[in-house]
Nanobody, 117 residues
């Protein structure tokens, strides 16, 4: 089992920067990849960014490329998402995700990011 706890969500203004963090615990060695997803009411949860555990290969949604950066900090057992030049359309609940080799997918409880114009 893997436990994920997000933090860092806040109300910010357009153009501001914000960093989200996800604390990772449990069977962390079973994690194949991790990611950040976001969801707004009435819409499906969408991928924001992912990173593989071994190679550190990253992938980003087109809407955040060049503005967001995902990072896995093994020393702190954290997954971070640095968000720059935030836009009102980035407003959502952001979820941390972990995909394991054999025990499925895990989600955190989410953290709210609100960007005012």
């Amino acid at each position: 089992q893997v436990q994920l706890v997000e933090s860092g969500g806040a109300l910010v203004q357009a153009g501001d920067s914000l960093e989200l963090s996800c604390s990772v615990s449990g069977n962390i060695f079973s994690i194949d990849s991790m990611g950040w997803y976001r969801q707004v009411p009435g819409k499906q949860r969408e991928l924001v960014a992912t990173i593989t555990s071994v190679e550190g290969i990253t992938d980003y949604a087109d809407s955040v490329k060049g503005r967001f950066a995902i990072r896995r900090d093994y020393a702190r057992n954290m997954l971070d998402l640095k968000m720059n030049n935030l836009k009102p359309e980035d407003t959502a609940v952001y979820y941390c995700n972990a995909r394991t080799v054999s025990s499925g997918t895990y989600w955190g409880q989410g953290t709210q990011v609100t960007v005012s114009s």
